[in-house]
Antibody, heavy 118, light 112 residues
């Protein structure tokens, strides 16, 4: 069945970097755009970034543009999020999700928690 | 880019119907039929309940329905059940030059 498993979260100091990974299985990874969505503790969902099926197009939320980089390795069925210059407000549970052509995510993982704190 | 606008909370009694609104602009909700709705129970991942304005994924109860009028989308849940108590988020594609997806702030549904 479709499965996405996020990893790489942890506690990091402000200004430092962290790389998240999302391992996908059960579907044709190379045929799907992939998204990162985050949720700060007790807050709502916030879209972070998207990468097209072949990696040629990438878009970011204003709040992370210039600091975060989304990438993928279709040979490994894996999505990444390189997070640089982390801030306290980046503290959140980060989800990855494959999105269908109608711009909706029908499969979600359990997320990986990133805590930015000194 | 501003988030889509949802009421913070709605409530209803078992068996009743409720509607959650999601207000956007012509650059997102009003301009495209790419509105989706997610249900999220505490401590759980979001679950898709409506996609492309009014389509229900396989396995989602027929009590869930979606619609759109102008720049506002709506999620209606009929025959409320205790298990429907959750947070609900709308989302839309946006033609913003920077981002591509917007979420609403979320609506807490309480079943009285």
């Amino acid at each position: 069945q479709v499965q996405v498993v996020e990893s790489g979260g942890g506690v990091v100091q402000p200004g430092r970097s962290l790389r998240l990974s999302c391992a996908a299985s059960g579907f044709s990874f190379s045929g799907y755009a992939m998204h990162w969505v985050r949720q700060a503790p007790g807050k709502g969902l916030e879209w972070v970034a998207v990468i097209s099926y072949d990696g040629s197009n990438k878009y970011y939320a204003d709040s992370v543009k210039g600091r975060f980089i989304i990438s993928r390795d279709n040979s490994k069925n894996t999505l990444y999020l390189q997070m640089n210059g982390l801030r306290a407000e980046d503290t959140a549970l980060y989800y990855c999700a494959p999105y269908s052509s109608g711009w909706y995510g029908d499969y979600w993982g359990q997320g990986t928690l990133v805590t930015v704190s000194s | 880019q501003s988030a889509l606008t949802q009421p913070a909370s709605v409530s209803g009694s078992p068996g009743q119907s409720i509607t959650i609104s999601c207000a956007g602009t012509s650059s997102d909700v009003g301009g495209y039929d790419f509105v989706s709705w997610y249900q999220q129970h505490p401590g759980k991942a979001p679950k898709l309940v409506i996609y492309e304005v009014s389509n229900r994924p396989s396995g989602v109860s027929h009590r869930f329905s979606g619609s759109k009028s102008g720049d506002t989308a709506s999620l209606t849940i009929s025959g409320l059940q205790a298990e429907d108590e959750a947070d609900y988020y709308c989302s839309s594609y946006t033609s913003s030059s920077i981002s591509r997806v917007l979420f609403g702030g979320g609506t807490k549904l309480t079943v009285l």
